[in-house]
């Protein structure tokens, strides 16, 4: 620390390398060190905002003069056409700029609301950033600072170090940050940064987006639609270009990495409508409606399955976050998800049976005339021979956890004697945690309700449920959660003292010896 206290007093030439050194060793000693850093902060921050206001050394010549930027022709300065005129820019400023903007969103990232006292400084360094065109870094860096920013200010105030400060600085802060990165956006020329402003603007909703008014909501959707279109007619240009005759292997390279970056815009196109919808709900129905007209193309058999996937999550996230309010869109969405469910790619199934088990359990009446064809729809997915390869499990769990759904919302509707016993039979699922969770927490309520087609004829399937449950039990809290772990142990508690002693030894030998072991070890404990 000393050596770096002594180092930053000493006066260095402006393009000296140790500079953009000295900042990287400082923010990695604040990455080890945590909140012990900040007696330090009062050192580092006055050079590390000098260096992040630089401005950039710049010489305008006419395009097709050579004279002035000759003298300056080393490595030092970089080189770029902008209509009729060449701009020479000074490249080691650039890099010191970057660096220190880089370390400015580490910091803050890093002491979250311990940044407090140097977030307006560092705002009013940063925002103007988003559009500094001469450095594609300095832009990244500034683009990623702001749901960092926001989030030490609203960390601050939530633990009462903002020096009084309540939500209206959340707010004005807010206010400062979100039209100057839609307007960004905007303007944002390479693609992507364009992903990476779209994902900071999914951030800084979900710190301070029931903060936002009716216009700022309504920027961005003017944005994502402007987005969605650019995106489109650049990918048009594309396949216009891969028919041309001199078409070679380099060039198809070139666009498969430029379509890579394409699939990335759409990505956080839909992570940030998923956003929207699950801050503002149904209230964002009616931009959801003029959206539509730009979302329902990507459901087309023309389109890339990442297209189609971000399609159907987008449909997801209504039908999840709005239930009722929804229910207007099933005739329209549920055809294409159900059409979905047996698509090749398993991104898209997975998507397509989650949504089912969405509908499913929040679509009421509007979704029992759909229970037959759904059944069989995740009956393809659940029974197909390749349904556990690693590929398609995600798939696999997200139709069982869609066909539990149906059992517990519709089973008026279904032959619960064959539908029940079949569900039980998919049990546990281990692939996704999440579904998990949620599916073992549904065969938990079925068992403790005495649930008659679960438990069959005669108790037949109580093996399966005790198998079913000492696996999860044995797997750690990842299949479960500690809730229903509690309520699984005090379930085979129960079944202990009531079973018949034939009952229970049946029941116990059906287990695997380590799976006895264990349960004897967790129900003694």
């Given at each position: 620390m000393e050596v770096l206290m002594s180092l930053q007093g000493a006066q260095m030439e402006t393009d000296d390398p140790t500079t953009s050194y000295m900042l990287q060793a400082w923010a990695r000693l604040c990455k080890c060190l945590g909140q012990d850093f900040l007696p330090y902060m009062n050192v580092v921050m006055p050079p590390l905002l000098q260096s992040a206001q630089l401005k950039p050394d710049v010489i305008i010549t006419s395009a097709d003069s050579d004279d002035e930027l000759d003298e300056s022709d080393d490595e030092s300065m970089e080189t770029i056409t902008l209509g009729d005129k060449r701009i020479g820019i000074k490249t080691s400023v650039l890099e010191e700029k970057a660096t220190a903007c880089n370390m400015l969103c580490c910091y803050a990232d890093e002491l979250k609301e311990g940044f407090y006292p140097w977030i307006d400084q560092v705002?009013?360094?940063?925002?103007?950033?988003?559009?500094?065109?001469?450095?594609?870094?300095?832009?990244?860096?500034?683009?990623?600072?702001?749901?960092?920013?926001?989030?030490?200010?609203?960390?601050?105030?939530?633990?009462?170090?903002?020096?009084?400060?309540?939500?209206?600085?959340?707010?004005?802060?807010?206010d400062y940050i979100f039209p100057a990165l839609v307007e960004a956006l905007h303007k944002e020329p390479d693609t992507d940064i364009c992903a990476n402003m779209l994902d900071a603007l999914s951030e800084c909703l979900q710190i301070s987006g029931p903060l936002l008014d009716e216009s700022q909501v309504r920027s961005v959707v003017d944005e994502i639609k402007l987005v969605i279109t650019a995106s489109s007619d650049r990918k048009k240009e594309r396949a216009e270009r891969a028919k041309a005759e001199d078409f070679d292997a380099e060039e198809g390279e070139l666009l498969k990495e430029e379509n890579e970056q394409e699939e990335e815009v759409f990505d956080q196109v839909g992570e940030?409508?998923?956003?929207?919808?699950?801050?503002?709900?149904?209230?964002?129905?009616?931009?959801?409606?003029?959206?539509?007209?730009?979302?329902?193309?990507?459901?087309?058999?023309?389109r890339t399955a990442e297209e189609r996937r971000i399609a159907i999550c987008i449909f997801d996230d209504v039908a999840e976050q709005c239930h009722g309010a929804a229910l207007k869109y099933y005739d329209t969405y549920l055809p294409f998800?159900?059409?979905?469910?047996?698509?090749?790619?398993?991104?898209?199934?997975?998507?397509?049976?989650?949504?089912?088990?969405?509908?499913?359990?929040?679509?009421?009446?509007?979704?029992?005339?759909?229970?037959?064809?759904?059944?069989?729809?995740?009956?393809?997915?659940?029974?197909?021979?390749?349904?556990?390869?690693?590929?398609?499990?995600?798939?696999?769990?997200?139709?069982?956890?869609?066909l539990g759904?149906?059992?517990?919302?519709?089973?008026?509707?279904?032959?619960?004697?064959?539908?029940?016993?079949?569900?039980?039979?998919?049990?546990?699922?281990?692939?996704?945690?999440?579904?998990?969770?949620?599916?073992?927490?549904?065969?938990?309520?079925?068992?403790?309700?005495?649930?008659r087609e679960l438990l069959g004829p005669n108790n037949q399937y109580l093996p399966k449920i005790v198998s079913v449950f000492a696996e999860v039990l044995c797997s750690g809290n990842d299949l479960a959660s500690q809730q229903t772990f509690s309520r699984m142990v005090n379930l085979l508690r129960q079944l202990q003292q009531t079973l018949p002693p034939s009952t229970l030894a049946s029941t116990w030998s059906s287990l695997q010896p380590q799976q006895q072991l264990a349960l004897q070890s967790i129900l003694s404990s």
């Open positions: 705002a009013q360094t940063l925002v103007p950033l988003l559009k500094f065109y001469f450095h594609e870094e300095v832009r990244k860096a500034a683009v990623s600072a702001m749901p960092d920013l926001l989030r030490s200010a609203k960390l601050a105030v939530e633990k009462g170090i903002a020096q009084g400060r309540n939500e209206t600085y959340i707010k004005q802060l807010s940030l409508l998923g956003t929207l919808i699950k801050t503002f709900k149904a209230s964002f129905l009616p931009f959801f409606d003029e959206l539509s007209s730009y979302l329902m193309p990507m459901w087309g058999k023309d998800l159900l059409e979905a469910c047996n698509d090749e790619n398993p991104d898209v199934r997975q998507a397509a049976v989650y949504g089912l088990g969405v509908c499913a359990e929040y679509g009421g009446s509007v979704f029992k005339p759909l229970v037959g064809e759904s059944l069989s729809r995740l009956n393809f997915v659940i029974r197909h021979p390749n349904a556990l390869q690693p590929d398609n499990v995600m798939a696999y769990d997200n139709a069982v956890s869609a759904k149906i059992c517990q919302f519709h089973r008026d509707s279904i032959d619960s004697a064959q539908v029940v016993p079949a569900w039980l039979s998919c049990l546990p699922i281990k692939g996704d945690i999440i579904e998990a969770k949620v599916v073992h927490d549904l065969l938990c309520s079925m068992v403790e309700s005495s649930d």
